[in-house]
């Protein structure tokens, strides 16, 4: 067989594996997107019925679309309520630990000092800590500073279990920034918090966008937390108030009203997904890559 012939066959066998594996792939994705998104758009189906449409046909189109069960759902649930509680608790959270987790960064990432790599590897193994083991110490801690049952308890202890991840993913983003655009703000006047927040912080936007997201989604769907922390019914968040509207109802449970109020809960976090997916794509991918 010639050399020529041989490359030809190469090729096609390449290309007919090619074809083999663009295949299987595609039909994983289709496989996977069914899995994901017929449940989602059967929640929010439901949401708009009846409790005995709901029952007796639960795959079929609402005879009325019945906007009322998410009224129901806002007034009667108080979703209203621990949504608001949840927005002050996770934005607040987010601040905090995003401000908090970008200056330890920096700092570790870019001066050199005793104890830097002790203060780093002490943060990469808060990582591992289960947060279970640590409910028991946080309740007396917080109930001996006055802070079990309020948001500003829950605030801080969100934002001591997000501070090693946001410290360890902006590390490598602050390290590859170039010494140059340092020495040419300090140069040209800045001091280091000046250099800081005016120069080397929006050089990384891009990590910082993507771990924001991060920790708003771990932060939002936060269960174990609150339930252990936060018992003052005033003071619930979302996640408590689904739980404790689903198991209050019993056998007179409203579905229409119990689905509309888990709309609400997803809406926020899947926004923000949807509309900051390709800067989280594109953040770790930088990550990867440096």
């Known amino acids: 067989m010639s050399a020529i012939a041989a490359d030809r066959k190469l090729v096609r066998v390449t290309a007919s594996s090619d074809r083999r594996f663009a295949t299987i792939s595609h039909v994983l994705l289709v496989i996977w997107s069914v899995v994901v998104i017929v ?4 929640v929010l189906m439901s949401s708009f019925k009846s409790t005995g449409e709901i029952l007796s046909s639960p795959f079929s189109l609402p005879d009325q679309w019945r906007v009322e069960n998410y009224a129901n759902a806002w007034t009667d649930a108080n979703i209203g309520k621990y949504f608001l509680n949840s927005v002050i608790v996770v934005v607040s959270a987010l601040f905090l630990v995003m401000l908090l987790g970008a200056m330890c960064a920096y700092i570790l990432a870019r001066f050199q000092f005793p104890g830097r790599r002790l203060i780093y590897y002490t943060m990469l193994a808060g990582l591992t800590f289960p947060v ?31 501070l090693p991840f946001t410290v360890f993913f902006l590390y490598s983003f602050f390290r590859s920034l170039p010494h140059d655009v340092y020495e040419a703000a300090l140069i040209d006047g800045a001091g280091d918090w000046r250099a800081f927040f005016q120069v080397m912080l929006p ?31 005033d003071m619930w968040v979302l996640t408590q108030g689904m739980a404790a509207y689903a198991s209050s109802q019993v056998y007179d449970v409203d579905y229409g009203a119990l689905f509309a109020a888990i709309v609400v809960t997803v809406v926020p976090v899947l926004v923000v997904y949807v509309i900051f997916q390709r800067r989280i794509a594109g953040s770790v991918s930088q990550g990867t890559f440096r």
């Open 39 to 42: 449940p989602m758009l059967w």
């Open 203 to 233: 050089m990384a936007s891009p990590g910082m966008s993507a771990v924001a997201i991060f920790n708003f989604l771990g932060l939002w769907n936060q269960f174990l937390l609150p339930v252990a922390l936060n018992t003052d019914q």
């Open 132 to 162: 279970f083991l640590a409910i028991v110490p946080l309740f007396f801690q917080l109930q001996n500073f006055g802070l079990l049952n309020t948001r500003l308890g829950l605030i801080l202890t969100y934002v001591a279990f997000a």
